[in-house]
């Protein structure tokens, strides 16, 4: 969970819930220009990759390890030149990149290159891109449905749920208990998956506006300029989602309800046990101030 001014990560281990409490490091703190609008959106995205994945390897730490298994060469050789700390922030980072590197690959490069094979799609680069953009979504669907099967991914997906019914639960000023975490709605307009969805719609429209004035028909061309233009896609998706997130009205439900209909892949209904550690890791970030933590 993520506070205005503390992150905290919550994991069950075989002896209790474990605790983890850190001051919240804003890279816009260092670098004001990026907390501008449009701006902030590509340094909160790179930000939440990385705490993300920290994350996701602190929790890990507690997972059983299997006493017959061979330790990894790559990590050895990670441990033995830079040392146990470097080497895990090296891994982060790499997992970070990775991650970043196959999304584009996956939903970028790969719509692009296949509407590239198309014929009679050449010279009409409204078509294509609308051909682009049914792919890009298509293959995102296809993506979420199928991961959403993992069992392993099942269990971080009902966390998940249970990251917004607690936060939900907050949200309607109602005590953080289990009982009242569980009749919210699993659903929350500010998630990630709605994010990424709507960076797909926006980049359909930014692209058709951009393309009419450069030389669209080469691939490579393409490619590259759609690389430069996820910076103020992402910028503007960032704002469009505190906006649905700040209000709730007829419009707000409309544009929102394609990433929300999206969650039904990313969350599902958590247990009780999950709900605990939601609500535990959201109390640790909860502000000494009121109003402060206004989206």
């Not at 209000?247 to 605990?276: C, I, K, Y």
Request: net charge neutral; with cysteine; proline share 5%.
């Amino acid at each position: 969970m993520r506070g205005p001014k503390k992150q905290a990560i919550v994991v069950r281990s075989k002896d209790g819930l474990v605790k983890k409490v850190e001051d919240l490091k804003l890279v816009r703190d260092r670098y004001p220009i990026l907390g501008l609008p449009l701006i902030r959106g590509i340094a909160t995205f790179g930000s939440s990759m990385v705490n993300g994945v920290k994350a996701l390897m602190y929790s890990a730490d507690f997972f059983p390890e299997d006493e017959d298994a061979e330790p990894d060469k790559f990590d050895i050789w990670l441990d033995k030149t830079f040392g146990s700390e470097k080497a895990q922030q090296i891994i982060i980072y790499i997992a970070a990149f990775l991650g970043i590197f196959f999304s584009i690959a996956m939903f970028i490069l790969l719509p692009t290159a296949i509407a590239g094979l198309i014929p009679g799609i050449e010279q009409q680069y409204v078509l294509r891109n609308i051909v682009e953009g049914g792919l890009k979504i298509c293959i995102f669907i296809g993506y979420l449905a199928l991961v959403s099967r993992m069992k392993d991914i099942r269990r971080v997906f009902s966390y998940h749920g249970a990251e917004h019914k607690t936060i939900f639960c907050y949200e309607a000023g109602l005590p953080l208990t289990v009982e009242n975490a569980r009749i919210q709605p699993r659903h929350h307009p500010r998630c990630g998956t709605s994010f990424l969805f709507v960076v797909i719609i926006v980049s359909i429209l930014v692209s058709s506006i951009v393309f009419p004035y450069i030389n669209w028909q080469n691939l490579w061309v393409r490619i590259g300029v759609k690389l430069l233009l996820l910076i103020p896609v992402v910028g503007v998706t960032y704002e469009f989602n505190r906006f649905v997130g700040r209000h709730d009205n007829m419009v707000t439900r409309v544009l929102s309800a394609p990433g929300m209909w999206l969650q039904n892949f990313t969350t599902n209904e958590p247990d009780d046990s999950m709900l605990e550690v939601a609500i535990e890791a959201l109390k640790l970030v909860l502000p000494d101030e009121e109003g402060s933590d206004t989206w």
